[in-house]
C-alpha cells in the first residue's frame, strides 16, 4: 500500500492498528476486527474490552456490515494505489445449527458419523467456529461418545466413532471453564479421567495418542484433591504411554501430567509403583530423546521429585545405569536438567549412603562432575548442592584428585 494514502482511523482495529476485514462490535460498544478481539478473548483469556476496560458481558459478536462495506468501498475507490480490496467474509456458523445437528445425531449411528464429519468441517474453518461450537455443547456431546463406547466396550465402528470424537475434543481448544465442567460431570459413571485412561490402555494408537494429550488438558484445570484421589491405574497407563513412545507429543503430555501431578499426596509412590524410575532412566538413554532439551528437562523433573521419597530413592539405585545417566547428562543438555540431576544425586547421596553406593559415585565420576559444576559458569543454587554433597562425603571421596583441597582441610581424617 502507498505510504502517502491517509486511511481513515476508524477503518482500524484498536487491537492490531490494521485495516479491519470483519469488523465485530463487542457488548460495550467498541468495534474490532474479529480476528483480533476473538484471540484478545479467547486465547488471552481476558474478559475487558481492550479501550473501555469494561468487562465484555456477552462473548457473542455483532458483525458491523456498515463498517465493513465503508471500508470495503474505500479499498475499491483506492485501488490505483495498491489498495486491494478484500472480500465479504463468511459468516460463523449459528448455534442452533450446532444444537440441531447434536439433537439429529441420537437417532442412529448412521447420524453420528455424518454429524461428526460436519464439526470436523466447522471446527477447520475458524476459531469462531470453535467458540460457537463450545457454547452448543459440543465439548459435553464429545466426551458423552467417548465415555458411551467406551463403557459398553465395543472395538468395531463404535471404536472409530470414539476416535473421532477424541481428536474433535482435542481440536476444539477447549476453554478452561468447559475442561472443568468436563472432569466434575460424573453422572451417569461419565468419568472423563476414567474414560481417557481406558482408552490409553486399550485403544489403538492414535486413539491413545488423542487420549493422552486430552488427559494432560484436563488434568491441568483439576483441584489438588482431585488429582491426589486419582487411581494407581492413571500413573500405569501414563508410564506405559513413556514406555511406548507411540508420538512424540504424546511422550511429552505423559511427562507434563507427571511433573503436574506428582508433587501432590501419595503420587510420588503411585509413580514409583507403576516403574516410572526405570522409564525415566531408559528415556535419558535414548540419544533420539535427548536430542530435543525440554524433553530431558521433564525427566529430570521426575527423577528430583521421585527420589524425594524412599521408594523412588531405592528403585533409583535398583537401576544398574541410574547414576551413571544422571551424572552424565550434567552441563550437557541444560542449566534446568544439570540443576535437577545435582538434586537427584543430593538426594540419594544424603540418604542412601553406603560405603559400596559412594564408591560406585567415585568410580561412576560423579564427584569428578560435581567438581566441575564448582569450576564452571553453572547456577548459584545448582553449585549449592553440588557443594553440599561434596561436603557431605569429602572424608570418603578425599582420594579423589578433583576433589577441592579446602574441602580435604576442613573435614580432616
Not at 463498517?67 to 474505500?74: A, D, N, V
Not at 475507490?77 to 459468516?91: I, K, M
Not at 528415556?283 to 521429585?305: I, N, T
Request: with cysteine.
Amino acid at each position: 500500500m502507498d505510504e502517502e494514502i491517509e486511511i481513515p482511523p476508524f477503518f482500524l482495529c484498536p487491537i492490531s492498528l490494521e485495516i479491519m476485514k470483519d469488523p465485530v462490535i463487542v457488548s460495550t460498544g467498541i468495534t474490532y476486527d474479529r480476528d483480533s478481539i476473538e484471540k484478545w478473548l479467547f486465547s488471552g483469556k481476558k474478559n475487558s474490552c481492550p479501550v473501555t476496560k469494561q468487562d465484555i458481558t456477552d462473548a457473542d459478536l455483532t458483525p458491523n456490515h456498515t463498517l465493513r462495506r465503508l471500508i470495503q468501498s474505500w479499498c475499491t475507490l483506492n485501488a490505483s494505489y495498491g489498495v486491494e480490496r478484500f472480500p465479504t467474509p463468511r459468516p460463523p456458523i449459528c448455534k442452533s445449527e450446532i444444537e440441531k445437528l447434536i439433537k439429529d445425531s441420537a437417532s442412529s449411528h448412521e447420524n453420528k458419523v455424518k454429524c461428526l464429519k460436519r464439526l470436523r468441517q466447522i471446527v477447520s474453518e475458524n476459531k469462531t467456529n470453535k467458540r460457537c461450537l463450545e457454547a452448543a455443547g459440543v465439548p459435553e456431546f464429545l466426551a458423552t461418545i467417548v465415555s458411551n463406547n467406551e463403557s459398553e466396550n465395543v472395538f468395531d465402528s463404535s471404536m472409530s466413532l470414539t476416535n473421532e470424537a477424541l481428536s474433535l475434543l482435542y481440536h476444539l481448544e477447549t476453554s478452561e471453564t468447559v475442561l472443568k465442567n468436563l472432569l466434575n460431570n460424573n453422572k451417569k459413571g461419565r468419568d472423563i479421567v476414567n474414560s481417557l485412561v481406558k482408552i490409553m490402555q486399550r485403544g489403538m494408537y492414535e486413539s491413545r495418542a488423542y487420549a493422552t494429550l486430552l488427559l494432560k488438558n484436563v488434568l491441568e484445570v483439576a483441584e489438588p484433591m482431585q488429582i491426589m484421589n486419582l487411581k494407581p491405574l492413571v500413573f500405569t497407563e501414563v508410564v506405559q504411554i513413556l514406555d511406548d513412545r507411540i508420538s512424540h507429543k504424546a511422550t511429552k503430555a505423559a511427562l507434563h501430567i507427571l511433573v503436574n501431578i506428582c508433587p501432590w499426596g501419595r503420587n510420588r509412590h503411585k509413580a514409583v509403583e507403576a516403574g516410572a524410575i526405570s522409564v525415566m532412566i531408559e528415556l535419558l538413554m535414548d540419544e533420539s530423546f535427548s536430542s530435543d532439551k525440554r524433553g530431558p528437562e521433564m525427566v529430570m523433573v521426575v527423577l528430583d521429585l521421585l527420589c524425594q521419597c524412599a521408594e523412588g530413592r531405592a528403585e533409583f539405585l535398583n537401576h544398574g545405569a541410574a547414576i551413571a545417566v544422571v551424572c552424565k547428562k550434567i552441563l550437557r543438555i541444560s542449566q534446568t536438567a544439570s540443576d535437577r540431576a545435582v538434586r537427584v544425586l543430593l538426594s540419594v547421596g544424603r540418604f542412601c549412603a553406603t560405603p559400596s553406593l559412594l564408591h560406585e559415585m567415585l568410580q561412576l565420576g560423579v564427584v569428578a562432575k560435581l567438581c566441575l559444576v564448582l569450576q564452571v559458569n553453572c547456577g548459584s543454587k545448582t553449585k549449592e548442592k553440588a557443594k553440599e554433597l561434596l561436603k557431605l562425603h569429602a572424608r570418603v571421596w578425599k582420594d579423589s584428585p578433583c576433589l577441592p583441597r579446602n574441602m580435604i582441610l576442613a573435614y580432616p581424617s
